[in-house]
């Protein structure tokens, strides 16, 4: 899976996967980025972790001081440079989640969402310790994954991807219980509520986790 999002599913062939989602999907996706906005001040500097060709930034750049995303893909980042040029207050930067070349207490927000939490494919603690490290204190770190009952929208959504040649072929034998498996090694995982409590244990910070929209499951994370 090291490497996937960097070169088989980056710049233009990720932005195919939200264009081709069904309509159940599109309504998940945009409740995200609501109930994001819901948590961002006009002043706010706000991070995105993983951030691919930048597809959310603009409408957190419309709310918030300054939006940075960071992302390893240099196909996705050069894409997002190009539609993202005419907004002044957003930039991209190539960088690993796991090592942020930021100082602590940095960030009013920081954000990984649509399950990018999934998509890393590294130690999810360490993942987000490192993210709560660049947040300051009273500010917020969102993560999410899926709900149980998005199953089956959550399947069509890869089944259609899967379809048009940006995944590979689904592996019905490995796919299920919150996992999709597919024969070229990709593999996309689901957190749960209990999963990200024990995550999140030991942080010093107030946690709340939360169901959005029918969908998804929103760790929201205040650190002290």
């Known amino acids: 899976m090291s490497g996937y999002y960097d070169t088989t599913l980056s ?28 948590h961002i001040r006009t002043c706010d500097v706000v991070l995105e972790l993983g951030c691919g060709y930048g597809r959310i930034l603009p409408k957190l750049a419309q709310k918030a001081g300054l939006v940075i ?9 050069s894409f997002g440079q190009q539609t993202l040029k005419d907004l002044s207050n957003c930039s991209l930067l190539n960088m690993d989640a796991m090592n942020l070349g930021f100082r602590e207490q940095t960030f009013d927000c920081v954000v990984c969402i649509q399950n990018g939490i999934s998509a890393f494919h590294v130690d999810k603690r360490k993942l987000i310790h490192e993210s709560v490290r660049v947040a300051k204190a009273g500010g917020i770190v969102l993560y999410s994954s899926y709900v149980e009952k998005f199953w089956d929208s959550r399947l069509e959504w890869f089944e259609r991807q ?27 995982t689901t957190v749960t509520p209990a999963q990200f409590r024990s995550l999140v244990r030991g942080l010093g910070a107030d946690v709340n986790i939360v169901e959005v929209d029918a969908s998804s499951l929103f760790c929201e994370i205040v650190p002290h």
Request: net charge negative.
């Open 69 to 77: 995303g960071i992302d390893t893909s240099i196909e996705s980042l």
């Open 11 to 38: 710049a233009h062939r990720l932005k195919q996967c939200y264009d081709i989602a069904p309509p159940r999907v599109q309504q998940y996706l945009e409740a995200e980025i609501r109930h994001v906005l819901d």
């Open 162 to 188: 899967s379809e048009a040649g940006l995944l590979g072929e689904i592996d019905i034998t490995k796919t299920g219980n919150g996992v999709v498996v597919c024969k070229d090694g990709f593999t996309a």
